[in-house]
């Protein structure tokens, strides 16, 4: 016990996306806000990322050159620079190589295997090199990261910066692994002789996995929910790691995501048309007319306003509501959509939104501004998914009084608490099948509660927005296994 020292745990958390300078996915969110609160909760934390070309101008002209190396991958010796930036406390640190990053797009190009092995490998080097970059803890997140975890351990055991490095690995959502044929063992990797790293690497005969090695690596595994570290264990949702993931199941924990309260807050939101708070819900009707008059919606304020905010994909649960649409149509309800996706998703809703006049409105498009006024003017938020790993936009929902109805998986299951219509508690409805009838009945049920019985709606409004989604609660959590990985590190505990 005498060893034992109270500092401030070094944590240096690693993404291939971050806001405000890059994001295509929920992963850009965690990055940009988490750091943020778990320095606030006190641990030292910075975030490492590539400095992609599409990073905006006022951005980059804001960074400082920290250093400079060549980073050996397999046979190549690989130009990496090291440039800073502070955003909102916290430093982000952003590796530069023009071949591998300076493109219009971000992921879904020939070579991203060695991009982002590239990456993970920079990475690694930075530790080793720089001392601003020395850390107890690299938390890496999806497969563009998850060779890191390898790297260091293959790699960098005799440093002396790298050795008391423990990692882990966050899953985001295993569908993207990261799978590319085994010929980049040797010839990006530098692992072809090393039948232990290959012997994990590998999926098939012919494919080595990306996310697979960091799952078998890392000291500790993460994911964004507690239902969705369940789920993965499961063939179902496990896409083929599920045996992975039962085998390390000790290691294995599920941190529900927060949202940016800040972002997020009715009380001060520039975008829609009149605040409000849970302590004062009428600026909320006003928004709701706003918004059936901006949709074109007939501006009704006894017909309840369902509403669809994000991507147009099957995994969304879209061919339940498909199916429903006609049901929901009869009744009296409006839908409203925002988003954009796959081709077929998108002609549908467009058909809708033709056939259905102002009971129906699709929005195909990505208008943040729009979704703020749909968030505070819906009455309802339709979230059907056939898997959902985390989840925002059900908190985010909650967070404006707008109550959702979800399927229970993830962190739908995690966040929504179901209506019990003998109590009074709840903060939203949940359905636990994939079947559109199964969901169509609790929707119509919670327009039913709607129609007849404005104080209970009321009353469950308020307890949806008195949820705390916050990222403060996920920055706990995240410090209480960051410290049972380091358990000589006393705690810091800083007042927020």
Same mark, same amino acid.
């Given at each position: 016990?005498?060893?034992?020292?109270?500092?401030?745990?070094?944590?240096?958390?690693?993404?291939?996306?971050?806001?405000?300078?890059?994001?295509?996915?929920?992963?850009?969110?965690?990055?940009?806000?988490?750091?943020?609160?778990?320095?606030?909760?006190? =641990?030292?934390?910075?975030?490492?990322?590539?400095?992609?070309?599409? !990073?905006?101008?006022?951005?980059?002209?804001?960074?400082?050159?920290?250093?400079?190396?060549? +980073?050996?991958?397999?046979?190549?010796?690989?130009?990496?620079?090291?440039?800073?930036?502070?955003?909102? %406390?916290?430093?982000?640190?952003? +590796?530069?190589? /023009?071949?591998?990053?300076?493109?219009?797009?971000?992921?879904?190009?020939?070579?991203?295997?060695?991009?982002?092995?590239?990456?993970?490998?920079?990475?690694?080097?930075?530790?080793?090199?720089?001392?601003?970059?020395?850390?107890?803890?690299?938390?890496?997140? #999806?497969?563009?990261? =998850?060779?890191?975890?390898?790297?260091?351990?293959?790699?960098?055991?005799?440093?002396?910066?790298?050795?008391?490095?423990?990692?882990?690995?966050?899953?985001?959502?295993?569908?993207?692994?990261? *799978?590319?044929?085994?010929?980049?063992?040797?010839?990006?990797?530098?692992?072809?002789?090393?039948?232990?790293?290959?012997?994990?690497?590998?999926?098939?005969?012919?494919?080595?996995?990306?996310?697979?090695?960091?799952?078998?690596?890392?000291?500790?595994?993460?994911?964004?929910?507690?239902?969705?570290?369940?789920?993965?264990?499961?063939?179902?949702?496990?896409?083929?790691?599920?045996?992975?993931?039962?085998?390390?199941?000790?290691?294995?924990?599920?941190?529900?995501?927060?949202?940016?309260?800040?972002?997020?807050?009715?009380?001060?939101?520039?975008? @829609?048309?009149?605040?409000?708070? +849970?302590?004062?819900?009428? %600026?909320? =009707?006003?928004?709701?007319?706003?918004?059936?008059?901006?949709?074109?919606?007939?501006?009704?304020?006894?017909?309840?306003?369902?509403?669809? @905010?994000?991507?147009?994909?099957?995994?969304?649960?879209?061919?339940?509501?498909?199916?429903?649409?006609?049901?929901?149509?009869?009744?009296?309800?409006? +839908?409203?959509?925002? %988003?954009?996706?796959?081709?077929? *998703?998108?002609?549908?809703?467009?058909?809708?939104?033709?056939?259905?006049?102002? *009971?129906?409105?699709?929005? !195909?498009?990505?208008?943040?501004?729009?979704?703020?006024?749909?968030?505070?003017?819906?009455?309802?938020?339709?979230?059907?998914?056939?898997? /959902?790993?985390?989840?925002?936009? *059900?908190?985010?929902?909650?967070?404006?009084?707008?109550?959702?109805?979800?399927? /229970?998986?993830?962190?739908?299951?995690?966040?929504?608490?179901?209506?019990?219509?003998?109590?009074?508690?709840?903060?939203?409805?949940?359905?636990?099948?994939?079947?559109?009838?199964?969901?169509?009945?609790?929707?119509?049920?919670?327009?039913?509660?709607?129609?007849?019985?404005?104080?209970?709606?009321?009353?469950?409004?308020?307890? =949806?927005?008195?949820? #705390?989604?916050?990222?403060?609660?996920?920055?706990?959590?995240?410090?209480?296994?960051?410290?049972?990985?380091?358990?000589?590190?006393?705690?810091?505990?800083?007042?927020?």
């Amino acid at each position: 016990m005498s060893d034992r020292v109270r500092r401030k745990i070094r944590l240096l958390f690693a993404a291939s996306e971050a806001v405000p300078f890059v994001k295509t996915g929920g992963l850009g969110d965690v990055a940009g806000s988490l750091p943020r609160s778990l320095k606030q909760a006190g =641990a030292k934390a910075a975030v490492i990322m590539p400095k992609y070309g599409s !990073i905006p101008q006022e951005y980059q002209e804001k960074m400082r050159h920290v250093a400079d190396f060549y +980073v050996p991958l397999s046979w190549r010796s690989v130009y990496c620079g090291i440039e800073r930036l502070s955003w909102q %406390g916290v430093d982000f640190y952003f +590796v530069d190589n /023009e071949a591998y990053f300076k493109r219009d797009g971000i992921y879904g190009y020939f070579d991203d295997g060695e991009r982002f092995a590239f990456f993970s490998k920079a990475i690694c080097e930075a530790i080793m090199r720089l001392p601003e970059l020395q850390c107890d803890v690299l938390h890496c997140n #999806d497969w563009q990261t =998850a060779l890191a975890p390898v790297f260091l351990r293959e790699f960098y055991g005799s440093s002396e910066a790298c050795r008391k490095v423990k990692t882990i690995f966050t899953v985001h959502n295993v569908k993207f692994q990261g *799978q590319y044929s085994d010929q980049v063992l040797g010839d990006v990797l530098g692992l072809a002789d090393n039948p232990t790293a290959a012997g994990q690497l590998y999926c098939d005969d012919g494919s080595v996995n990306f996310m697979k090695g960091a799952l078998c690596y890392a000291d500790l595994i993460t994911t964004v929910s507690p239902s969705y570290a369940c789920e993965l264990q499961m063939p179902f949702y496990g896409e083929g790691m599920d045996g992975i993931f039962r085998r390390r199941s000790s290691v294995l924990r599920g941190i529900l995501n927060g949202i940016d309260q800040d972002a997020w807050n009715p009380k001060t939101d520039p975008f @829609i048309a009149r605040p409000y708070g +849970v302590r004062n819900l009428a %600026g909320k =009707a006003e928004n709701k007319r706003q918004l059936q008059r901006e949709l074109g919606l007939a501006e009704d304020p006894t017909r309840p306003l369902v509403v669809m @905010i994000g991507r147009l994909t099957n995994q969304k649960g879209l061919g339940l509501v498909r199916y429903a649409m006609g049901r929901l149509m009869e009744r009296g309800v409006q +839908v409203a959509v925002l %988003g954009t996706g796959d081709k077929d *998703q998108e002609d549908a809703f467009k058909y809708f939104d033709w056939t259905y006049g102002d *009971q129906m409105c699709a929005r !195909i498009a990505f208008d943040n501004a729009l979704s703020h006024r749909m968030y505070a003017g819906g009455d309802i938020l339709l979230m059907p998914s056939e898997f /959902e790993p985390c989840g925002l936009s *059900q908190m985010i929902a909650m967070r404006y009084g707008t109550l959702p109805v979800v399927r /229970e998986t993830g962190g739908l299951q995690d966040s929504v608490v179901p209506y019990n219509r003998f109590t009074g508690e709840g903060t939203g409805f949940r359905f636990a099948n994939m079947n559109a009838d199964e969901m169509a009945d609790v929707l119509l049920e919670a327009c039913e509660l709607f129609w007849t019985d404005a104080k209970a709606w009321s009353k469950l409004q308020r307890q =949806a927005m008195g949820g #705390d989604f916050s990222w403060d609660r996920a920055a706990d959590e995240y410090l209480d296994i960051y410290h049972d990985l380091h358990p000589e590190i006393i705690r810091y505990n800083k007042k927020r």
